[in-house]
Nanobody
């Protein structure tokens, strides 16, 4: 069992930056692929970014490519999402997720464990 706890959300002005963190429990974190997803009010949960177990592969949604960066520190059991040039449309609850299979994948249904989410609000 893996428990995921997100932090780092908050209120920021458009053009600003935030860094989200997701701390994972358990000794098998380094073998898991990790993903970030988000859900805005009235919308479905959508893929944001993912990273393979080694950090060697990363993928991004087109809407965040060039602005967001996913990274991980396996020694700290933590995955990060650096968000720059934030836009009001980035406003959502952001969730991290873990996939036991290890390969970076965009499909939310493939992930085994989810955090509780952290709110990101970008004002115009």
């Amino acid at each position: 069992q893996v428990q995921l706890v997100e932090s780092g959300g908050g209120l920021v002005q458009a053009g600003g930056s935030l860094r989200l963190s997701c701390a994972a429990s358990g000794r098998t974190f380094s073998s898991y692929a990790m993903g970030w997803f988000r859900q805005a009010p009235g919308k479905e949960r959508e893929f944001v970014a993912c990273i393979s177990w080694s950090g060697g592969s990363t993928y991004y949604a087109d809407s965040v490519k060039g602005r967001f960066t996913i990274s991980r520190d396996n020694a700290k059991n933590t995955v990060y999402l650096q968000m720059n040039s934030l836009k009001p449309e980035d406003t959502a609850v952001y969730y991290c997720a873990a996939d036991r299979r290890g390969a970076a994948i965009r499909l939310a249904s493939e992930y085994d464990y989810w955090g509780q989410g952290t709110q990101v609000t970008v004002s115009s």
